[in-house]
């Protein structure tokens, strides 16, 4: 367990609060293959849950399923009690912003245009405006170039605005593509692996990162492989093993729960349902 200090987590919300966001009985199935097997999960506001598991779990397909990448075979999405609709652009639109396991970036823009790219929901100005560049136009993109230079403040990267996003070191790079998310002004931001790849001083970076995004108001739902980040962050984790889940819970009810040993350990899950990842790698 680290020895650094960092902001408790919050409490979940109360029994009156109305989750921000509820998956309900979610099964995402591929041909025969069930990556997904009727998972429940909230997220409260103000809330960080985790959602850890082996490799191969269902862990990023599930979240595919909650950003409209997949629509799945079963099962409900609502974000503010709202159904979110399957389409990527629109569950943006409707508040929920993600980053990747696999950094995406666009790599020869530069790291202020990597955010304005971020903002494109929540400009309202069309084509002709663009086109014909009138005062409408001019404003919106004065005001979305301001706030995205506080975004690069905010992560720490405003002094790098001007550069390509392809020379940013490996742990500013996944900076930068939260910083992306964020420009959707979201109010619930999706983590897929957010400190793979990186050194033990870029992780606690991150980490404070996340208790910083929090305290802007912002819930979090975040996978990750290091137990020690999850644990240090996270108000509530879930596990996934062969696309159920397993356990929810604290720190201390996760981590000893018998069948999440067994599940890192390697050995099969009694009374498991056969499951299989989906296509695209699910680390």
């Known amino acids: 367990m680290s020895t650094q200090t960092v902001p408790a987590p919050r409490p979940a919300g109360t029994e009156n609060d109305a989750p921000l966001l509820h998956a309900s009985g979610v099964v995402m199935r591929f041909g025969g293959l069930t990556a997904v097997n009727n998972v429940d999960l909230t997220v409260n506001k103000g809330e960080i849950v985790g959602l850890i598991g082996p490799n191969g779990a269902g862990k990023t397909t599930f979240f595919n399923c909650l950003t409209g990448l997949y629509v799945p075979t079963e099962g409900t ?54 086109i014909l560049r009138g005062p409408g136009y001019k404003k919106a993109e004065a005001e979305s170039r301001d706030k995205a230079m506080e975004l690069l403040e905010f992560i720490g990267l405003d002094h790098k605005a001007e550069h390509l996003a392809r020379n940013l070191p490996y742990g500013e790079q996944r900076k930068l593509e939260i910083a992306r998310a964020m420009a959707s002004e979201p109010g619930l931001l999706l983590l897929d692996e957010p400190t793979a790849g990186m050194n033990p001083q870029e992780t606690r970076a991150a980490e404070e990162l996340v208790f910083a995004i929090r305290d802007k108001g912002i819930a979090i739902l975040v996978i ?60």
């Open 77 to 130: 999405v609502r974000y503010q009690g709202t159904v979110l609709p399957p389409k990527p652009h629109l569950v943006t639109s409707a508040g929920i912003a993600r980053t990747f396991q696999n950094i995406r970036l666009f790599a020869n823009m530069t790291v202020l245009e990597n955010v304005l790219v971020g903002r494109h929901t929540r400009t309202k100005e069309g084509l002709f405006s663009a």
């Open 224 to 283: 990750e492989h290091d137990m020690r980040f999850i644990f240090n962050l996270c108000d509530r984790t879930a596990v996934l093993v062969q696309g159920q889940k397993i356990v929810e819970g604290d720190k201390e009810t996760v981590q000893n729960d018998e069948r999440v040993i067994t599940a890192y350990l390697g050995a099969p899950l009694e009374g498991a349902t056969e499951t299989a990842a989906s296509t695209e790698a699910d680390q």
